[in-house]
């Protein structure tokens, strides 16, 4: 199993941040392999990925916690899965945001976990989250 994290400080208030990044519909808006994305049922989501060129869509789990400020995901059937974590920086007039995704090959995910946090900060200080 290849495991990748990344974490960031976000100049955003953690519950206004982690409400932004919870929803499924904005997945597209900073994670940079997710075309497209759509609560399927309760905890169930559908995503289409840009994989090196190829379109690929899939369904998977999808857990939210408010209160803990985490979401997980997975696919139904293999082993890719991972979470998304804000806390309170200190001072909590700020966030720190982990990503982490665990899968059965090697790849450029941390890279592409360090281009979500960038993606993450421009939403903040633009003012749409």
């Known amino acids: 199993m290849h495991e990748y994290e990344q974490t960031g400080t976000i100049m955003t208030e ?3 941040l982690f409400e932004y ?3 499924v519909e904005n997945l597209p808006d900073f994670l940079p392999v997710i ?8 905890e169930l989501a559908v995503v289409t990925a840009d994989l090196h060129g190829e379109e690929h ?3 998977g789990w999808l857990r939210v916690d408010g209160l803990e400020r985490r979401m997980e995901w997975g696919t139904a059937q293999g082993p890719y899965h991972g979470w998304l974590q804000v806390d309170p920086t200190e001072t909590g007039d ?23 946090l960038e993606n993450i900060r421009r939403l903040a200080d633009s003012g749409e989250i």
Not at 35 to 42: I, K, L, P, V
Not at 98 to 115: F, G, K, M, R, Y
């Open 14 to 16: 953690p519950d206004a």
């Open 35 to 42: 075309t497209d994305a759509e609560q399927a049922g309760d």
């Open 94 to 116: 700020a966030s720190v945001v982990t990503i982490h995704v665990a899968q059965d090959h090697p790849s450029d995910a941390d890279d592409d976990l360090l281009d979500a």
């Open 21 to 23: 990044l919870s929803d």
């Open 57 to 59: 869509q899939a369904e």
